[in-house]
């Protein structure tokens, strides 16, 4: 049985920016092997270094919100637009992986 994740990232696959080439046989994790590609079509890069940090940064997101329990999940707000005032505190741990430690209301509203 697979484990329940908060947030799952799709994705994948290389598209030209400039042409029709796609090849979506490429997977999330193999992207970082095509940084710099040329497109085999019109021969402009498929994946900057720029594009493949962003990736990093998504999956990092995704990871740090799949770390939360459901218990921690509850706290967060579940429309942040419906009430901007309401805001959370987040402790966390970033020693050798990002760990949430605990996550409670502030009871101060934003100005």
Partial sequence: MSEEKNVEVGG??????????????????????HINRKCPTCGENLLTLEDW????????????????????????????????????????NTHKTISVDKIEPIDEELS
């Fill in 53 to 92: 940090m962003n990736v990093q940064k998504l999956l990092a997101a995704a990871d740090f919100i799949n770390s939360l329990t459901p218990e921690q999940m509850a706290m967060l707000p579940k429309d942040p637009t419906a009430d901007p005032n309401k805001r959370v505190k987040v402790t966390y």
């Fill in 12 to 33: 994948g696959g290389l598209k030209c920016d400039y042409c029709d080439y796609k090849d979506d046989s490429v997977s999330i994790e193999e992207l970082g092997k």
